[in-house]
């Protein structure tokens, strides 16, 4: 499973420009608009250090943005940018056959597997 998981991903991020698990986050913040680290990181079921790495990479790239929390100045949020919901809506047009495997991955995160 975790060959068939790795080779998706990098077939995923040939055609795409980001990874699976970028993509997750992507379609995660476009759904509820903005979230903190901490809670994508219970929500996807990845180590803190990971989502960190990955929230790096997305914003490097130009796809989300992070400020800081309206009420709790120490709480930071991650926000798409315009650049990452022009990511999200191309990725969804060209390859609405990887939504079924990101689901899927979701799954397969969330379970422990």
């Given at each position: 499973?975790?060959?068939?998981?790795?080779?998706l991903?990098?077939?995923?991020l040939?055609?795409?420009g980001?990874?699976?698990?970028?993509?997750?986050?992507?379609?995660?913040?476009?759904?509820?608009?903005?979230?903190?680290?901490?809670?994508?990181?219970?929500?996807?079921?990845?180590?803190?250090?990971?989502?960190?790495?990955?929230?790096?990479?997305?914003?490097?790239?130009?796809y989300?943005?992070?400020?800081?929390?309206?009420?709790?100045?120490?709480?930071?949020?991650?926000?798409?940018?315009?650049s990452?919901k022009?990511?999200?809506?191309?990725?969804?047009?060209?390859?609405?056959?990887?939504?079924k495997?990101?689901?899927?991955?979701?799954?397969?995160?969330?379970?422990?597997?």
């Amino acid at each position: 499973m975790h060959k068939t998981l790795y080779n998706l991903d990098k077939e995923f991020l040939k055609d795409n420009g980001i990874t699976l698990n970028e993509s997750i986050i992507v379609y995660s913040l476009a759904e509820n608009k903005s979230f903190c680290a901490g809670y994508l990181s219970e929500q996807l079921g990845l180590s803190n250090s990971r989502t960190s790495r990955i929230l790096l990479s997305l914003e490097e790239k130009g796809y989300i943005t992070r400020r800081m929390g309206n009420i709790d100045k120490r709480q930071v949020l991650f926000t798409l940018t315009e650049s990452g919901k022009q990511k999200q809506k191309e990725i969804w047009k060209r390859e609405n056959r990887y939504i079924k495997y990101i689901t899927l991955l979701a799954e397969l995160i969330n379970s422990g597997i």
